[in-house]
């Protein structure tokens, strides 16, 4: 059947679109009696249109289906040729070989009669024979399927080249028949459609991992609205990590050579990568495949930390009425490693267990963790970088569509893209509350939040007298974590002092801050008890501040009942006690 007929979608398509074209200037002309049925018919051109678009790309994915299925028919029978042809250069070998062997032991043989004894079957010669046509006939019908096969092949590749031809050419036909239909669209009082093209020309270049990625974020984009959101596809920059390195294991494994691990490696080397099915072949996602074995471990590294020419990258605009950086998440993909990172350059170690358990800090393709081969033919243990500020966390090649390894736990779900972009905006939205908070405390400005001001008691003679961000408190934890951001606050209450260290996670305010209060030497009161025990309270009162709109004031309510806390221990001496602490000693007392 023609594709270009009529009844086809192709020609129903242009038929349209002839139409519809020849109908826009006679309507813009009309008289106001001519317009309302010229209008009609001209929706009508525009849902036939649209309709026959479809089936086009519903054709032409069943083409493509049949294409595939034609092709593995294809490789089958090319797969039997080959065996035949096997089959038939062995049997030649043999001949050749038999055929003329000289024996000297056969000459010096004599047989009685004078003749050599034959006792094999006379029938045996015509069963070759027969065998041999009945062979040559299947091998020819072969042949001539193959021929017809090869023959359908390249009219469906005639057939592939026009629809992709007619494919490319539909964008710019859509275009013309969009700014043609712009006078209709401001008749009715519907809204001109807009693309931004340049934004979709540079995300076919991008791997297919990233790709994907940007689908999703697009889709989610229109399907709930833009919002706060920006969604851009700007060039990738490397960031190099000072900690990367070679595990030690692997050089004790170079300085002893075992022939089983050259066999291994030889073997691994000559391992073809799978083809990558991505929407840019230029920048296809490879399998990870050894280095050449004359490249150094350290040359290695800088390429299999290379990463993709082109990143995607979502910002998040601050709250209304606040002044803070935007946050701008950044999507790398790193072919060699086939992997994913994250990074978030306005504000470090953000994204640190965005998601249970998942730091950030393992490498999700194990098949990428032995990418290096040493001069000598041996595998390197690579460790990714500790201080590598984008991380390759596993809710990002999960959205990215890429899945190494089953999950941990099989009841747990994985993250959508939804339920990831409202986990940021989260986290972002609690971070800048943080930092405001911070600027309060740092200008001596100690207030509840309006839902519990009435519940949280303000203190009488204890004063926030400093407040310090991104300190070290060495002496106050036993370890301090790159990702927890550190404070120190000075409580004064009639000239004695007490210097309270705040860890904050970057899951704040889901993960409450851990508090540690030290005293001046000198000083009875508070003593150390009760230090600790102004701690814990803060600790176990923070479980009942519920109100959602005071939960990221949690740090200031804190710092609030520490100083009513230190109010009371200098009102009633070194023996008093808080919470349940109190209840136990009154116990012990009666």
Same mark, same amino acid.
């Given at each position: ?16 679109? #002839? &139409?519809?074209?020849?109908? +826009?200037?006679?309507? /813009?002309? %009309?008289? @106001?009696?001519? !317009? ?106 072969? #042949? &001539?399927?193959?021929?017809? +096969?090869?023959?359908? /092949?390249? %009219?469906? @590749?005639?057939? !592939? ?112 990568? +799978? ?316």
């Amino acid at each position: 059947m023609d594709r270009q007929s009529p009844s086809t979608s192709v020609g129903q398509l242009k038929a349209a679109s #002839q &139409e519809l074209r020849s109908l +826009l200037p006679k309507l /813009i002309d %009309a008289h @106001d009696s001519d !317009i309302s049925p010229r209008v009609a018919r001209a929706l009508l051109l525009l849902q036939k249109i649209k309709s026959s678009t479809r089936d086009t790309f519903l054709e032409t994915e069943a083409w493509r289906k049949r294409v595939a299925d034609q092709k593995d028919l294809v490789e089958a029978h090319h797969l039997k040729l080959q065996n035949l042809m096997y089959e038939k250069d062995h049997l030649l070998r043999e001949i050749k070989r038999c055929r003329g062997f000289p024996m000297k032991e056969m000459d010096k043989i004599e047989f009685p009669e004078g003749q050599l004894p034959v006792t094999g079957d006379p029938d045996m010669h015509a069963e070759h024979l027969l065998r041999l046509e009945t062979e040559k006939e299947a091998r020819e019908e072969v #042949q &001539e399927q193959q021929r017809q +096969l090869h023959a359908k /092949i390249a %009219a469906v @590749d005639e057939a !592939i080249v026009e629809k992709r031809t007619f494919l490319e050419s539909l964008p710019a036909e859509i275009a013309a028949i969009e700014k043609a239909s712009e006078p209709l669209q401001a008749l009715l009082s519907i809204p001109v459609t807009t693309m931004d093209v340049a934004r979709q020309h540079d995300a076919k270049e991008l791997p297919s991992a990233l790709y994907t990625l940007y689908c999703e974020l697009e889709a989610y984009m229109q399907a709930m609205g833009p919002g706060s959101l920006q969604l851009r596809i700007a060039p990738a920059q490397a960031t190099p990590s000072s900690s990367t390195k070679v595990s030690s294991r692997s050089v004790r494994e170079r300085t002893t050579p075992v022939p089983e691990v050259d066999e291994r490696a030889s073997k691994r080397q000559k391992t073809t990568p +799978l083809a990558s099915r991505s929407p840019s072949p230029s920048v296809a996602s490879p399998a990870p495949a050894p280095a050449a074995a004359t490249s150094t471990p350290a040359v290695q590294l800088a390429e299999a930390y290379s990463v993709a020419p082109k990143a995607v990258e979502i910002e998040f605009m601050p709250p209304a009425g606040s002044s803070a950086v935007p946050l701008c998440v950044r999507f790398i993909y790193l072919p060699v490693l086939g992997i994913v990172t994250v990074e978030t350059p306005a504000y470090p170690h953000l994204l640190h267990n965005l998601f249970d358990k998942d730091a950030g800090d393992v490498q999700p393709n194990v098949a990428a963790a032995y990418a290096l081969v040493s001069e000598d033919g041996h595998e390197v243990d690579m460790d990714y970088p500790a201080d590598a500020p984008a991380r390759p966390y596993l809710w990002a090649q999960w959205i990215c569509g890429l899945a190494f390894q089953r999950r941990s736990e099989p009841t747990r779900p994985e993250p959508s893209i939804r339920c990831v972009l409202t986990t940021l905006a989260e986290r972002y939205e609690s971070r800048v509350a943080l930092l405001a908070l911070s600027d309060r405390l740092a200008a001596r400005r100690v207030e509840a939040h309006a839902s519990l001001a009435a519940v949280l008691p303000k203190a009488r003679k204890t004063t926030l007298v400093k407040w310090t961000a991104n300190v070290r408190p060495t002496e106050a934890f036993a370890t301090l974590h790159a990702e927890n951001s550190y404070f120190r606050a000075v409580l004064e209450h009639d000239r004695s002092r007490v210097n309270v260290y705040v860890e904050v996670s970057p899951a704040y305010p889901q993960v409450p801050p851990v508090v540690v209060c030290e005293g001046e030497r000198r000083a009875n009161v508070p003593s150390a008890d009760q230090l600790k025990d102004m701690a814990l309270e803060v600790s176990l009162a923070s479980k009942s501040w519920h109100a959602p709109d005071a939960k990221p004031w949690l740090l200031m309510h804190q710092i609030m009942t520490l100083m009513t806390c230190l109010d009371e221990v200098h009102a009633k001496g070194d023996k008093y006690t808080f919470g349940s602490k109190r209840a136990v000693v009154s116990d012990d007392t009666a």
